[in-house]
């Protein structure tokens, strides 16, 4: 049954004819719910409640100490915001790693206590029968490759990936493998635009880029940066449509001085 008046709500079936409609995605983060309901009443498609909640919002400098109780708490805020937009709740850091089993307990707490409609997690081959299991439990899964955050300790950097011919074929082949396993979309971050081509001709299912260029199926940025509120630090790939951090420091700039001023509260201000 569609309540009258409700927008129809994006699935991963509307994800797939879109790509088979060559019609371009789009993702962005969201951590509450406030932001939730702006971006999705916006128009956006997918909605990801990324553990990069734990550097934009928790003030962290990697994604890695994330809790699952954390994930849970800030997907259900977002989920209860989304009309129309899907939304993906991530995995975060040791939730999945450790066992299939593991991976399915958490996911499923994403999806039932979170109201998440899908998971997201990094890693290609070796999570493929992951996958597998989870979808095979109907959980629809959002694979990451590229550059995986969560591995920043294992490899140092936040360089982009896939920049020689052995990091090529390996992302190649762990795309293939996680859409065999039934993963319905493939996050692509930081890797050369031609790669994230050749990815997206090679699998049926859509890639979502992020610093991939402009050949993938989508594109998901995290929204405090394209707003302009997280300034910490700027990879290239990030376009700057606002520049909301400086307008919230001129706002409260201005209140404090009407406030040490006497100008706030004015009459019409007051009861
Ligand atoms: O956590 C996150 O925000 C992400 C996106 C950058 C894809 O994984």
């Known amino acids: 049954m569609t309540v009258a008046g409700a927008p129809s709500k994006v699935t991963t079936a509307t ?96 999806l039932k206590e979170g109201l998440a409609e899908a998971v997201k997690l990094e890693g290609g081959v070796e999570f493929a029968p992951t996958v597998q299991r989870l979808v095979a439990a109907g959980i629809p899964v959002m694979g990451h490759l590229g550059l995986t955050p969560q591995s920043i300790h294992q490899f140092g950097s936040y360089r982009a990936r896939g920049t020689d011919d052995a990091e090529q074929r390996r992302i190649l082949d762990d795309a293939k493998a996680l859409a065999e396993a039934g993963a319905f979309a493939i996050v692509l971050e930081k890797v050369p635009a031609a790669l994230a081509q050749r990815v997206t001709a090679s699998i049926a299912v859509p890639t979502i880029g992020i610093g991939a260029g402009p050949h993938t199926d989508g594109q998901i940025l995290v929204t405090h940066d394209l707003l302009g509120l997280f300034t910490r630090f700027r990879p290239r790939f990030v376009r700057r449509y606002k520049q909301l951090g400086a307008e919230i420091g001129e706002a409260v700039r201005a209140y404090c001085r009407d406030v040490q001023g006497g100008a706030f509260p004015a009459a019409d201000e007051s009861y």
């Open 15 to 110: 994800l797939r004819q879109m790509k088979a409609r060559r019609e371009r995605i789009t993702a962005l983060t969201a951590y509450d719910h406030l932001f939730a309901a702006l971006l999705d009443e916006a128009g956006v498609d997918v909605l990801l409640v990324g553990d990069s909640v734990a550097t934009v919002v928790q003030g962290r400098d990697t994604t890695v100490p994330v809790t699952m109780d954390q994930m849970v708490y800030h997907t259900e805020m977002v989920a209860r915001a989304a009309r129309r937009a899907l939304v993906v709740g991530d995995l975060p850091f040791l939730s999945y790693q450790v066992g299939a089993e593991d991976a399915l307990r958490n996911a499923g707490r994403l």
